[in-house]
């Protein structure tokens, strides 16, 4: 029973259950009281007795001359080095064997523990198996050994010891793909992206999608990339090269129908435009097609890759100037579809698959049994639901190829809401699985021109696991195994910081006050959507920041802790200090709504209004307190956002902190008048005189 290795499909899910069960209980002796922290999960684990201890120096057998293997087998002596102080070395021989089937040493490894084969009939696939003499990792592609190096970095646990285990792994879905959105105003360094695309790697997704609109620098058109913010040929071609050497496919996604107002802005290119100066391209104009035809073959050869997502998204304006006798003769989902058979024609002659949005067709269902063979819809729901199906069955009854789309939950708020995120990117891969998808991508978006990406890893490598693993993810087992995981820490530092952090939107859900989103961040609390947002929000302020508080707390202590990814720490710290300010700047103003109201009421009693006052603007009183906060936080941000992007359009950002401290000086004047005005005339102004409205 110990050399029993769980692969291959059960015909039922009773009994796979009862497979599971019958494991657990002939290993039930031999257990260990920790789980292993391994994310993704591996399709199949089963746990053996003991654990092999590493010590200096490790030798790695590598039974492979391909360059890939020992690129893997290179990043398992740099893990083992780095976080464990191991020496290390790849050569013939080692207590580490790392290799193909069909290679002699290999082969015979696998017939002496008595090893299922089968499980490396599937794509990506690896067996690992390991005991108190050695290791055993095994694949028939490059590929799945690389899967296996990441799998066997996180199982060498603390004190450098590797638990004897036996696991069986390939993934759920094919195709496991992060966007990153290049375009709203945070645009990451080339190391930054090249760390993007190696951490993904880290949790097996397979492909990175670099959302374009405006920057790629075209020939054609070249005024749209802004200075400092332009993507060029050449850095997607070395940014291109290094990710397959990760067994990342980078795929381009352009806009080729919306969201493209920062080209159509420009007089140059404006009457490409459904509308002056507008979003949408006109499919009434025979120019845009001359554009589309050069930026395709552009991009083609820029990106090497097989797959080119098309955008075409929420395309509002169609059907409104130019081709508004078009749409009238064939219908906005005739029109729309008009515009993806001639796109799809202009890509045809280069050979890639194509993936296009599927959120206007589902509008227009009529379209889908007419859309040209070539495209893979990608059905993006970004919205936490029990039941994804809606999107995905009107592609299915017509044999449309699919991908689903969910989201990290991270644009205009000062930290993701990832409690969204655990319940859009579990059930809609659940759907995706069930419904037979090519894949699944998981978005990160920087709509207002804030988010910054270090922020999303937590819920990226949950969407990862959804991806790979079988089932559902299990949020509770993810989160155990997350600091270690991601982090190389042993406790749950980083994680417990993360929830807090998160936890806020559902706090200010509970009160029915949104959630903690960038647009209540820098609302004036003293204008009349600002105080009704602060009387909402107060009864949870506080808890509010007593998370944040904590998280901040211990992420300043435990920050030491973070033995891999610690860049990304620095970017939680700045959330907790963000989100603290919030909850501040919602509790202060109601106070300030209080004190002065306090005053007014007495006017004649002077000690009071004088220590009212003094409290609301004095030296140590609460505006002063809010204008110095916000001048913290904006060097934060500041030093964040450089941390990982470019300058480029910084200056959109810092402005706004700018203008919120100034808006503190100047209410600290209003309050400044009053007190000048009661020490000589014993009377108040009143609120709306000042310009306020008071919680």
Not at 76 to 86: N, P, Q, R, T
Not at 175 to 184: A, E, G
Not at 526 to 541: D, H, I, L, M, T
Not at 629 to 636: G, N, Q, R, S
Request: charged residues 25%.
């Amino acid at each position: 029973l110990s050399d029993l290795v769980v692969v291959g499909q059960y015909p039922t899910e009773a009994a796979a259950m009862i497979a599971r069960a019958l494991l657990l209980f002939c290993f039930a002796g031999a257990l260990p009281a920790q789980e292993l922290k391994l994310v993704p999960a591996p399709r199949s684990l089963v746990r053996g007795q003991g654990a092999l201890a590493l010590g200096s120096p490790v030798r790695i057998a590598l039974a492979s001359s391909s360059a890939e293997d020992r690129f893997a087998a290179g990043l398992l002596v740099e893990d083992w080095k780095s976080i464990h102080g191991l020496e290390c070395s790849v050569g013939s021989a080692g207590t580490v064997l790392i290799g193909r089937p069909g290679e002699p040493r290999v082969d015979r490894e696998i017939v002496r523990r008595k090893l299922d084969v089968s499980a490396l009939d599937h794509e990506e696939s690896y067996l690992l198996d390991a005991d108190s003499a050695g290791v055993l990792l095994a694949a028939k592609t490059a590929a799945g050994l690389f899967y296996g190096v990441q799998t066997l970095r996180q199982l060498t646990g603390p004190g450098a010891r590797i638990p004897a285990v036996r696991i069986g792994d390939w993934p759920a879905l094919r195709y496991r793909m992060l966007s990153v959105d290049l375009n709203r105003g945070p645009l990451l360094t080339e190391e930054q992206l090249k760390l993007a695309i190696r951490t993904a790697a880290e949790y097996k997704l397979n492909m990175v999608s670099l959302y374009l609109e405006h920057v790629f620098v075209y020939s054609h058109s070249p005024m749209a990339a802004p200075p400092g913010g332009q993507v060029t040929s050449e850095l997607i071609g070395r940014l291109s090269q290094y990710a397959r050497t990760y067994h990342v496919e980078l795929v381009p996604h352009q806009q080729l129908f919306g969201h493209l107002h920062n080209m159509l802005k420009f007089e140059l290119y404006s009457d490409l435009g459904e509308i002056p100066h507008g979003s949408v391209l006109s499919p009434a104009n025979e120019r845009t097609y001359d554009w589309l035809r050069e930026t395709c073959a552009q991009l083609v050869r820029a990106f090497p890759g097989r797959f080119f997502h098309v955008g075409a998204d929420e395309t509002w304006e169609l059907g409104e100037g130019q081709s508004r006798e078009l749409a009238r003769q064939l219908g906005t989902g005739g029109l729309y579809l008009r515009h993806m058979e001639r796109l799809t024609e202009l890509l045809r002659p280069h050979g890639r698959r194509l993936l296009f949005p599927g959120d206007i067709v589902l509008k227009h269902p009529e379209v889908i049994p007419k859309l040209p063979k070539d495209l893979i819809a990608v059905a993006w729901v970004y919205a936490p639901r029990e039941d994804y199906s809606p999107s995905i069955k009107p592609f299915l009854e017509h044999k449309v190829p699919f991908f689903v789309c969910t989201a990290v939950h991270n644009w205009n708020r000062p930290f993701p809401a990832f409690s969204d995120t655990l319940v859009n990117a579990n059930n809609f891969a659940r759907d995706a699985k069930k419904y037979g998808a090519l894949g699944m991508i998981a978005t990160h978006w920087a709509d207002d021109g804030e988010a910054l990406f270090n922020m999303t890893w937590y819920g990226v490598v949950f969407s990862a696991a959804a991806a790979w693993q079988e089932g559902l993810v299990d949020v509770e087992s993810y989160d155990r195994a997350f600091d270690w995981a991601f982090y190389r820490n042993a406790d749950r530092t980083f994680v417990d910081a993360i929830r807090n952090l998160y936890q806020v939107h559902d706090l200010l859900r509970s009160v029915k006050a949104g959630i903690a989103n960038n647009a209540l961040f820098w609302r004036d609390p003293f204008s009349a959507s600002g105080v009704e947002a602060v009387r909402k929000a107060y009864p949870v302020a506080s808890k509010m920041r007593r998370l944040a508080e904590e998280a901040a707390v211990s992420l300043a202590a435990g920050k030491h802790k973070a033995r891999a990814h610690a860049g990304t720490v620095a970017f939680l710290e700045l959330a907790a200090r963000r989100i603290d300010y919030l909850g501040m700047k919602i509790q202060f103003s109601k106070e300030i709504g209080d004190l002065y109201r306090a005053c007014q009421a007495d006017p004649r009693n002077a000690a009071r209004v004088g220590n009212n006052l003094r409290h609301i603007r004095g030296m140590d009183g609460l505006l002063p307190s809010l204008r110095d906060y916000i001048h913290e936080v904006k060097a934060l941000y500041r030093d964040a956002w450089l941390a990982e992007n470019r300058p480029y359009w910084l200056d959109n950002v810092l402005v706004r902190y700018d203008a919120e401290a100034l808006e503190w000086v100047r209410k600290m004047r209003l309050f400044d008048d009053a007190a000048l005005r009661h020490d000589a005339t014993g009377t108040l102004p009143g609120v709306e005189t000042m310009g306020l409205v008071l919680p």
